[in-house]
């Protein structure tokens, strides 16, 4: 079955450290995304990607980066991690070939930055 | 910028109680996305309306979009434990894939 995944699950890491999460999907879907959910806040837009060699800033993209080699991977980097970066990450995936189509969600990733 | 604002934030339920949640937008919605979240976990995608007046069914839980599209409303009949997480609404509001979400309702259910 096609899936989307991401790795780790957890991550302890240390203020300045650099810090990157990774997000595979199996769909062949063009757009791929990042989130992150923080209580009071929801979910809010990190970065997104239409296709590969394709990357948009989101919401909240200060202090993160990504990038798009294939269609497959949308690897997200803290480029030196700070305690606000504290979170939980979800990666997803939609076809963007149709108005209207819903995106599929990974497990998350739970960041600490210590 | 459009927003998504759900009530209630969290409700607590018996076991075989029917209950309600609302999402109401901003703006006009072209498109409006149902997702449960269970705790720790990423969002299960539930249901998807995009026309004003629509309504959709999967087991127990019903979703409806109303006439001006700028109100959707989750209901769950004879509500079980397993239907207890987050349940977040969901829409793109620029058309561009760009989803915007509400801050989710929390529901629990009593057994």
């Known amino acids: 079955d096609a899936e989307i995944t991401q790795s780790p699950r957890h991550k302890i890491t240390e203020t300045g450290r650099q810090v990157t999460l990774a997000c595979h999907q199996t769909?062949?879907?063009?757009?791929m995304f990042w989130y992150r959910q923080d209580l009071g806040h929801g979910l809010r837009l990190i970065h997104y990607?239409?296709?590969?060699?394709?990357?948009n800033k989101g919401e909240v993209s200060d202090g993160y980066s990504v990038s798009r080699s294939n269609t497959e991977d949308l690897p997200l980097t803290l480029e030196s991690a700070a305690s606000s970066q504290t979170s939980v990450y979800f990666c997803?995936?939609?076809?963007?070939?149709?108005?209207?189509?819903?995106?599929?969600f990974g497990q998350g990733t739970r960041l600490t930055v210590v | 910028s459009q927003e998504l604002e759900q009530s209630p934030q969290s409700l607590i339920v018996q076991e075989g109680k029917n209950l309600t949640i609302n999402c109401t937008s901003s703006?006009?919605?072209?498109?409006l996305y149902w997702y449960k979240q269970k705790y720790g976990e990423g969002l299960i995608f539930l249901m998807m309306?995009?026309?004003?007046?629509e309504e959709k069914s999967h087991e127990k839980i019903t979703a409806k979009l109303d006439e001006k599209k700028q109100q959707s409303s989750l209901h769950i009949t004879a509500s079980q434990p397993s239907h207890a997480g987050i349940y977040l609404c969901?829409?793109?509001?620029?058309?561009?894939?760009?989803?915007?979400f509400g801050t989710g309702t929390r529901l629990k259910v009593l057994a």
């Open positions: 309306l995009q026309k004003g007046g």
């Open positions: 997803a995936s939609s076809k963007g070939q149709l108005m209207n189509t819903e995106a599929f």
């Open positions: 703006k006009t919605l072209y498109g």
């Open positions: 969901g829409a793109d509001p620029s058309g561009t894939y760009k989803y915007i």
């Open positions: 769909w062949n879907h063009n757009n």
């Open positions: 990607s239409y296709g590969v060699q394709d990357t």
